[in-house]
Each structure stands twice: as C-alpha cells, then as structure tokens.
C-alpha cells in the first residue's frame, strides 16, 4: 500500500503511557513489529504505523501533520493548548477520545507542617513547576500574584534546596510527595490519557481506519468493566433480581427444562460485578451463579 495511505500514530516511546497505549491498541487488534532503530512500529495486519518518541513531541508531531494520531497525556495538550494561546496562535489538534489510563493530577503541594490557608496563601510566593502556563492560568482564575519557577524536572526537590516555597506536580499515588515530605493541597488539572488527531483531512482509506480505530477503543473500554453474567431465579423474584444486576439492559430470560417456576437469567453487565451483588442474588433466591468476563463487544 502507498506508504501515504497508512495511518501514523504517535504514542511515548519510554515512560508511563508506553505500556497502557501499546496494550490498548493490541487489544484492538493491532499485530505490529518494531523496526531496529525501534522509532516505528510497522502495523502487519493493520495500514497503521506506530511512531514512538518524546510524551511532549507529541501535540506538535499531531499539529503540524507529521502524525495523523497520538496518544498523549491531557495536561501535556492542555499545557501546550495554552501555551500556542500565549503565542497568539490556537492549538489544531482534536481530542478524539478521553482513555482510561494515565490517570493523575497536576496539583500544588506545600512542605509538611506549612500551614496552608487555601490559595491565597500562594499570594507573593515561589512556586516551582514543569507546567507554567497551565500553572499561570490557574493563578490568574483566581488573581493571584506569585513567582513561576519553571523547571525541566526534578520539581519536588525545589524547596528543599530553597529555590521554590511550593510545587505545582504531576501526582498518582502521591508516594514521591511523602517521600519528599510534601502534601498536596490544590487541584489545578485532572488528568488522563488522550487520543487526539491532526486538523487536516484526511484522504478517505485513512479516515475509515479512524472510524474503525475509534469503534475498536470504545469496545476495548467498555468490556474492561463488563462480565457476562448467567444464574437461576424463581419466576417470582424476577424483578427484584433483575434490579440488582449492575448496569444491564436487557437481560436474556430463558425458560427452564422441568422447572416450570424458575427461568435462566443471562445479562451483560457494564459494571463490575462484586462478590456483595453475588450474595445479595443469592438473597434474593438465584443459584447456579457464573461471571464471565467479556473479551470483545460491538454495539
Ligand atoms: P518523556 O521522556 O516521554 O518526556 P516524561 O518523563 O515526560 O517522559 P512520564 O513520567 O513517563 O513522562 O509521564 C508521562 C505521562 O504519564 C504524563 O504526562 C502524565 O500524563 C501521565 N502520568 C500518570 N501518572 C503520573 C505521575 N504520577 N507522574 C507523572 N506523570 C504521570
Ligand atoms: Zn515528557
């Protein structure tokens, strides 16, 4: 196929989001071989082409048409969303999809034993970041005046060595804030992994490998939580059983050879279903209980 005709896709080439978006687009069905430089990933069963490098390449990479898709982290996008604005000039990237990976926050955290008195308190200090412009935003919503330190990384160090009197930091779990005897105090950006796409039109094979791309993620997320379910119910507690299957439609109700009083209940449940459904069913009068998980849905 005209190498113009295959999609290109960037995704982080090392890091946090390397795994999750690689595992994504293998559980869409992508089979792909890494070249030896390792920089591109040839997709084999797909006209999809994988390009690996730097989380923050990758808005522009996107923008200025040298990908047709990435999967990047919000705050970077947001960060560079404001960032173009700044410049004078509007960020052309689209967000396709909101993912369910690289969850965190970026959050402003002060030193343990500070006493922080809500964001005022930042009024007239240091605040050391890798994200100025989404930090600046965050202050200027709320007319405060302080210092950005920008920095490249290595943030959390900052007011240990006396340059910053707090961060502003990406955080998951929040153990490199314990470690470094901070506490975060300010939510300034939820986070999440994104797909999004060039501003440019793409030719119409391209664009179908989009669609089919797009209908693929939304399977993949949904059957993560879901779980195929199947129990025995009395006819009679029916409907009360019906409404304790988590996040189910239309469940399939079947008859039961020599059982004229009890009917075989199967249904697809959007949510995860949790050992106290279980027992609450079997409250209720179910048995024969089975959870499946769900590999693959299209609705
Ligand atoms: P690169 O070398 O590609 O620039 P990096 O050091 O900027 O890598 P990572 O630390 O791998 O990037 O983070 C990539 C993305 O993962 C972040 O932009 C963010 O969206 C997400 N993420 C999720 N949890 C965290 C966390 N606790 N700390 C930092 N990033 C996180
Ligand atoms: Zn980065």
């Given at each position: ?124 200090k ?41 961060i ?41 490998w ?57 249904a697809v ?6 050992w ?19 590999e693959?849905?299209?609705?």
């Amino acid at each position: 196929m005209d190498k113009d005709l295959r999609l290109k896709l960037a995704v982080q080439k090392s890091g946090r989001l390397t795994d999750p978006s690689v595992d994504l687009l293998v559980r869409c069905g992508l089979k792909f071989s890494r070249g030896k430089d390792q920089l591109v990933g040839y997709g084999e069963n797909m006209p999809l082409d994988l390009l690996f490098v730097r989380d923050d390449d990758i808005p522009d990479l996107v923008q200025e048409d040298v990908s047709d898709l990435g999967l990047v982290g919000l705050n970077v996008i947001e960060e560079k969303r404001l960032e173009l604005a700044a410049r004078g000039t509007a960020a052309r990237f689209e967000v396709l999809r909101s993912l369910d990976f690289g969850r965190c926050r970026l959050s402003i955290a002060v030193p343990d034993g500070t006493l922080f008195t809500g964001p005022d308190w930042l009024r007239g200090k240091r605040i050391a970041t890798t994200y100025p412009y989404l930090l600046a935003h965050y202050l200027a919503e709320r007319k405060i005046e302080a210092e950005i330190v920008t920095l490249s990384g290595a943030v959390e160090i900052a007011p240990r060595l006396g340059r910053a009197d707090a961060i502003c930091d990406l955080v998951s779990t929040g153990s490199t804030l314990v470690a470094n005897r901070l506490h975060e105090v300010e939510t300034v950006l939820e986070s999440h992994a994104v797909l999004i796409r060039t501003p440019v039109a793409l030719p119409a094979v391209k664009n179908e490998w989009v669609e089919r791309l797009l209908m693929r993620i939304d399977g993949v997320q949904q059957v993560k939580e879901s779980k195929y379910i199947m129990l025995h119910a009395p006819r009679a507690a029916l409907a009360e059983i019906r409404g304790l299957l988590p996040g189910s439609e239309s469940p399939t109700i079947i008859p039961l050879d020599g059982h004229p009083d009890k009917v075989a209940i199967h249904a697809v449940c959007r949510e995860n279903v949790f050992w106290e459904t279980l027992e609450s069913l079997k409250k209720a009068g179910a048995s024969a209980l089975l959870v499946l998980p769900v590999e693959k849905m299209l609705a």
